[in-house]
T-cell receptor
Framework: GESVGLHLPTLSVQEGDNSIINCAYSNSASDYFIWYKQESGKGPQFIIDIRSNMDKRQGQRVTVLLNKTVKHLSLQIAATQPGDSAVYFCAENGGGSNYKLTFGKGTLLTVNP | DTAVSQTPKYLVTQMGNDKSIKCEQNLGHDTMYWYKQDSKKFLKIMFSYNNKELIINETVPNRFSPKSPDKAHLNLHINSLELGDSAVYFC?????????????FGSGTQLSVL
């Protein structure tokens, strides 16, 4: 099945705070995960990815954590800025030979100045 | 230069009409996709083409017909449009290795069926 929710989760933070966005995935065969950011009126943009042989990966101001035991993925954004306000999606590949990414429901992040 | 470009950005039409959305990518990728995003922001794959060959066809009404004239283009034609077709449609591309790698998305086409 797919990791879905009934409503779009929201997270509101103050500028300068750290943000943590969570995602639960359901396909234990997935071995590649991606976080996307979608700003209003635009297409999703790649932020960071991680393979299942890792449990942590860092980028610029972002860190992705992967817990395969509980099938959980998180995105940490350090020193959140107003420009980080967007909908964030996690996606999983469903296994190595799969040709599609399955997206989660998304989380709306609002950064208050 | 835009990596994945789709046209038009907005499409407003009447029920029953036929319309097309075009997509082009200049990344040299071998795989292209159409995703549909509903009003709750849920993104769901519709089709995927690898080197002009259809490899994914999710449960999509046959009123939707993708066409890939070459691996840089993937167009979406929709017949007999219905109210429920109103959504944002995203084209994407990727270079598939062992499996799918990260997708590059276009800016979307907002389709409104009246």
């Amino acid at each position: 099945g797919e990791s879905v929710g009934l409503h779009l989760p929201t997270l509101s933070v103050q500028e300068g705070d750290n943000s943590i966005i969570n995602c639960a995935y359901s396909n234990s065969a997935s071995d590649y995960f991606i976080w996307y950011k979608q700003e209003s009126g635009k297409g999703p943009q790649f932020i960071i990815d991680i393979r299942s042989n890792m449990d942590k990966r860092q980028g610029q101001r972002v860190t992705v954590l992967l817990n395969k035991t509980v099938k959980h993925l998180s995105l940490q954004i350090a020193a959140t800025q107003p420009g980080d306000s967007a909908v964030y999606f996690c996606a999983e590949n469903g296994g190595g030979s799969n040709y599609k990414l399955t997206f989660g429901k998304g989380t709306l992040l609002t950064v208050n100045p | 230069d835009t990596a994945v470009s789709q046209t038009p950005k907005y499409l407003v039409t009447q029920m029953g009409n036929d319309k097309s959305i075009k997509c082009e990518q200049n990344l040299g990728h071998d795989t292209m996709y159409w995703y549909k995003q509903d009003s709750k922001k849920f993104l769901k794959i519709m089709f995927s083409y690898n080197n002009k060959e259809l490899i994914i066809n999710e449960t999509v009404p046959n009123r939707f017909s993708p066409k890939s004239p070459d691996k840089a283009h993937l167009n979406l034609h929709i017949n007999s449009l219905e109210l429920g077709d109103s959504a944002v449609y995203f084209c994407a591309s990727s270079q598939v290795g062992i499996g799918v790698e990260k997708l590059f998305f276009g800016s979307g086409t907002q389709l409104s069926v009246l």
